[in-house]
C-alpha cells in the first residue's frame, strides 16, 4: 500500500509560479509510474502530466505544455509539479497518483491517489 500526500498549493496571481510536491510512502516509489492530476469545481478529474519510473518520459496535457514540468527524485521518494504562468483556469484541487503500469493519461490506470493540494490562482 503506498501512501501518497501533497504539498505545496496556495494562492498566487496569475503568471505567479508554484511548485507542488508529493512525498510517497509505504511502497517502493521508483516502481511507480506517477501522475498528477487536478479537479476544478464543477467538473471531472482531468490529467495533467505524468512521469515514469526512471523519470526518462514525461508526458502533459495541452493545457499544461509548456507551462508546467514533472519530475521526480527517487532517492527521495518525491514527485514535483513546476507550474509556471499560472492562470486562473488552474485553479483546482491538484492530485497526485501512483500507477504500477505503464505511463499513462488515464485517471482508471493510477492505483493510488493522496488527498490533493488546493492551487487558486487570482486574476
Known amino acids: 500500500q503506498v501512501q501518497l500526500v501533497e504539498s505545496g498549493g496556495g494562492l498566487v496571481q496569475a503568471g505567479g509560479s508554484l511548485r507542488l510536491s508529493c512525498a510517497a510512502s509505504?511502497?517502493?516509489?521508483?516502481?511507480?509510474?506517477m501522475g498528477w492530476f487536478r479537479q476544478r469545481p464543477g467538473k471531472e478529474r482531468e490529467f495533467v502530466a505524468a512521469i515514469s519510473r526512471s523519470g526518462g518520459r514525461t508526458i502533459y496535457a495541452d493545457s499544461v505544455k509548456g507551462r508546467f514540468t514533472i519530475s521526480r527524485d527517487n532517492a527521495k521518494n518525491t514527485v514535483y509539479l513546476q507550474m509556471n504562468s499560472l492562470k486562473p483556469e488552474d485553479t483546482a484541487v491538484y492530485y497526485c497518483?501512483?500507477?504500477?503500469?505503464?505511463?499513462?493519461?488515464?485517471?482508471?490506470?493510477?492505483?493510488?491517489w493522496g488527498q490533493g493540494t488546493q492551487v487558486t490562482v487570482s486574476s
Open positions: 497518483a501512483a500507477d504500477s503500469g505503464i505511463t499513462t493519461s488515464s485517471v482508471r490506470a493510477y492505483d493510488y
Open positions: 509505504g511502497g517502493t516509489f521508483s516502481s511507480y509510474c
